[in-house]
């Protein structure tokens, strides 16, 4: 069987670093010049309103830029760039415009004939991704004759790493998206994560490490400068050295578990070749958990403070990506909102699997599909249930407000100011530039 091939390089210089990961794995090679070429970056979230950490959440537009060189030196004139990124409100266009043009994307347009796509905008094609699941395809990508695939290096607070599979996730629709976090102990998040790249032409993996993120894949991890770029005609192959690098073994990783099976591929990297770089040279862990206590009723931080007469359950693979936004603002309401007064037994309940804990007084419902799992369940005394999908920020304040939590409202009122407090965490260090997400 061949081998496939993956290239380890430093980040030194614009576009020769990333000409140099792409030859070493021979990652263009026989792509004819009439290709019609689909770009898929990773832009995880976006807020027009504040600049936050970019820095291992958003693909560079750096590597974009040297990828749409590249492309265009070997012939290639038809490129799109896609991404689909989260927003809450699925009706709101004017913000994926903005990142796109906040990055740079207009620019490659004039410069370079790019064009430029957000995916919610475009139609979707059902595609059976195997074992019976069907997923809702963007069609530029799914009618791509090459998809470039340019994720950052980075771990998932669920997924533990988030890489070239996990990226395509933006080029499905958002009911697809809440089909991939089922509550089916055996379909879960990682068993469909696994299938993304399926139904998908062949791709080329550049996993961007210029800068990586610890505990991600949000502007709340913990950013570093890393300079590593990693790439492969083969995104499996690419994904299981991103996971090395990281500092995990693939085994140790479900979708990734998942996803050598289906190809009848080991996970000891024995049929790929390194080229460039070793592994070992550049490895370093990334630690991709948030820590709850022992008994995963409270976080860690929630511990510290003392926080009593409270129970908010750790996420599960069930809690899909637009919950976890309003779950994150609650998080950061409570915190802000003990005063040292226990509070009066009160339970959190997020996702579509959690189930009530007997005794306790009141219970949170976090969302619509937590309300249908438990919304008659006899171990609740008093239910406060929050419908929405997502729920609304003043129905979440309204909830923590009834269970005797005083949430300060203005927390949810400035939720796309929220990125940029985490900013502070990088002021003075020149490390951190904004110049890689930006073209000239």
């Not at 994904?239 to 140790?252: N, R, T």
């Not at 990734?256 to 289906?262: K, M």
């Not at 959690?354 to 369940?377: E, R, S, V, W």
Request: proline share 7%; glycine share 6%.
């Amino acid at each position: 069987m061949k081998k496939s091939t993956v290239s380890i390089v430093k980040y030194e210089h614009p576009l020769e670093s990333v000409r140099k990961a792409v030859e070493l794995c021979r990652g263009l090679e026989d792509l004819p010049s009439n290709a019609k070429v689909f770009i898929k970056p990773n832009i995880v979230l976006w807020t027009r309103f504040v600049p936050f950490p970019k820095w291992g959440v958003i693909t560079t537009s750096r590597v974009v830029e040297d990828m749409v060189v590249l492309l265009k030196e070997h012939g290639v004139q038809d490129i799109t760039i896609g991404e689909g990124s989260v927003i809450m409100n699925p009706k709101d266009t004017e913000t994926p415009a903005h990142a796109f043009r906040t990055l740079g994307y207009d620019v490659l347009k004039e410069q370079y004939g790019v064009n430029y796509v957000n995916v919610f905008e475009r139609p979707f094609e059902k595609v059976d991704v195997g074992d019976g699941v069907t997923l809702n395809y963007n069609v530029d990508a799914l009618q791509s004759d090459f998809v470039v695939d340019l994720p950052v290096l980075k771990t998932h607070a669920v997924t533990m790493v988030s890489l070239g599979i996990k990226n395509l996730k933006g080029l499905i629709d958002i009911s697809s998206r809440k089909k991939c976090h089922s509550a089916d102990p055996e379909k879960d998040l990682h068993f469909m994560v696994a299938k993304l790249a399926n139904p998908m032409p062949p791709i080329f993996t550049l996993l961007d490490g210029i800068y990586t993120n610890e505990r991600g894949p949000s502007f709340d991890g913990r950013m570093r400068r890393s300079n590593i770029l990693a790439a492969s005609r083969d995104v499996f192959s690419a994904d299981l050295v991103g996971a090395k690098i990281l500092g995990y073994e693939p085994s140790e990783v479900p979708h990734l578990v998942h996803a050598a099976h289906d190809r009848g591929r080991p996970l000891d990297l024995s049929d790929i070749d390194i080229t460039g770089m070793r592994i070992e040279d550049v490895a370093s862990r990334h630690e991709y958990d948030f820590l709850f206590n022992e008994d995963n009723s409270l976080p860690m931080p929630f511990v510290k403070k003392g926080i009593q007469g409270l129970s908010y359950r750790k996420y599960d693979t069930s809690l899909c990506t637009y919950c976890t936004g309003i779950n994150g603002a609650a998080l950061a309401a409570v915190a802000q909102a003990w005063d040292g007064t226990p509070w009066d037994d009160v339970e959190v309940l997020t996702g579509k699997m959690m189930k009530p804990t007997p005794g306790k007084k009141k219970t949170i419902l976090l969302g619509k599909c937590m309300y249908q799992a438990n919304k008659d369940h006899p171990d609740i005394q008093e239910m406060i249930a929050v419908k929405g999908c997502p729920p609304s920020p003043k129905s979440v304040v309204k909830a923590f407000q009834q269970a005797g939590i005083n949430v300060d409202p203005a927390i949810f009122d400035n939720l796309e100011q929220m990125p940029g407090l985490y900013m502070k965490r990088y002021a003075g260090k020149p490390e951190f530039e904004e110049t890689f997400f930006k073209v000239a």
